[in-house]
């Protein structure tokens, strides 16, 4: 056990509303927070999917981490007094760890899923985690971001409950050279690209019966699919709403039509 030095607590502190950060010493990393995330981020370094650079937690719970975590991992104490001064809230949780953001997956991985959640722009950092848990729930198999808030950052992973290193998500400026090379990767199978759209034309989720491979893709939240990515879609899907109700919230719809394609 080492109590924290400077270098040691930097990751750590006053977190309200941090992200990411780099530090000379160590890869770039992002922060869990809470039992739960904690143990499964131990669990992935166990089996060499995840970096956990250290570990910290009020000192009375020590020892039950010190039983728990990796030989090269550090785990850190602080009295809870000062824990809370640390990352700049009353942490109720007891545990924090500091982990290394994994690699991105290559484009050539990404080609070859035979499902993908395409997002060119989500604005809401709760609904980015929100989505990327159910795409991790339901098995999707990989994503493809565009704009939008830190995938690492606290908030986000929180959200996603570790999703976030569970299932292949690439960020890049370039989603339709992505989707040109996953099309390109699909011989003898049908592939479809499929936008949201509330227009007559569009077919019912409830008639939709997606394609062997498909990438969905989700607009933003306030303004849907643009213009753009509506002509780029090969096949448009809607939600039917009852009376009075016009629209759901993009995790929400993305929740519907992620099971769609598994069911």
Request: charged share 20%.
């Amino acid at each position: 056990m080492f109590m924290c030095s400077l270098s040691d607590m930097e990751a750590y502190r006053q977190l309200h509303g941090a992200s990411t950060g780099h530090n000379s010493a160590i890869p770039p990393w992002f922060i869990c927070e809470g039992r739960f995330l904690v143990e499964d981020a131990i669990n992935a370094t166990k089996q060499g999917r995840l970096q956990i650079i250290s570990i910290l937690c009020d000192s009375k719970q020590a020892e039950e981490w010190e039983s728990k975590i990796p030989p090269d991992v550090r785990l850190l104490t602080l009295d809870s007094d000062e824990l809370n001064e640390l990352v700049g809230f009353q942490f109720h949780r007891g545990t924090l760890c500091c982990c290394a953001v994994p690699d991105s997956p290559g484009v050539d991985m990404v080609a070859q899923s035979m499902s993908l959640l395409v997002l060119p722009q989500i604005d809401n950092v709760d609904n980015l985690g929100q989505l990327s848990r159910t795409a991790a729930a339901l098995g999707i198999d990989a994503m493809i971001l565009g704009k939008g808030p830190n995938l690492f950052s606290r908030r986000c992973v929180r959200t996603s409950m570790g999703a976030v290193w569970k299932i292949p998500i690439l960020r890049t400026e370039n989603i339709e050279q992505v989707l040109d090379a996953w099309i390109e990767n699909s011989p003898g199978l049908k592939s479809e690209i499929v936008g949201t759209a509330d227009t007559p034309d569009a077919e019912s989720v409830l008639q939709w019966q997606p394609a062997q491979r498909t990438a969905l893709v989700l607009g933003s939240e306030s303004r849907g699919v643009d213009s753009y990515w509506h002509h780029k879609c090969t096949k448009h899907v809607r939600i039917p709403m009852a009376e009075q109700m016009d629209s759901l919230n993009v995790s929400a719809a993305g929740a519907i039509l992620m099971g769609k394609l598994v069911i």
